[in-house]
Structure formats: C-alpha cells, structure tokens
C-alpha cells in the first residue's frame, strides 16, 4: 500500500498600491510576487515586506490558516521629496551664489 502526503497549505491574497510592488519575506529577499499577488504558505504567521521604488516599505504580519485564503492590502505612500540646506560662507562680500547654475542670493 502506497500513500501519498500533499503539503497543508493556505492562501495569502495581497492587493493594493502601487500595482507591481515586490513582495518578499525580508527587505533583502528573493522577490516572491508583485502587487496583485496570490501567495501559498504552509500554516503560521508571516512577515511580509512590500516595497517599491520612490515608495516608503511597509511589513504585514499575516496569518496563514490552513486551506483558507487570507485577504490583505497593503496601501504605499510616496516617499517626500529631499530638503535640506545650504550654508555659504565667502570671503568676498556680496559675493554672488548660484545653485545648479541658477542665481540664488548673495552673500
């Protein structure tokens, strides 16, 4: 008599922001599906890092129970533009100061 085991698993539906966001289990990892994505795990809590380029990451802990399918949706907000500032020190008075070749003040 032979027998034959079949993995027990469940389904992880993920949806969301931006479509085509990689879905991985750590933000180094192999990428395991984009933004719709249909993942099958075996049962038990999983991390899951979806990112994107020019988007803030974001982790789910999901529960996978099994044979059941597990709905989640992870929503990405753009990253914010870079600010900063910029100091100028001359040792001419009323020097002018150019930004990207654009006239931006004097010093």
Known sequence: MRLELSPITGTVEL???PFGAEVRE???GPVLG???ARLVFPPGQRLLVVS?????PTQ??????AEQATVVSAQLTPQPSPTGKVVVT?????????VDGKDAGFQ
């Open 60 to 65: 789910l802990l999901v529960t996978v129970h």
């Open 90 to 98: 001359a040792n001419r008075d009323s020097a002018l100061v150019r």
């Open 34 to 36: 984009q933004l719709p």
């Open 52 to 56: 994107a380029e020019g988007f803030v």
């Open 15 to 17: 949806s969301g922001l």
């Open 26 to 28: 750590t933000p180094s």
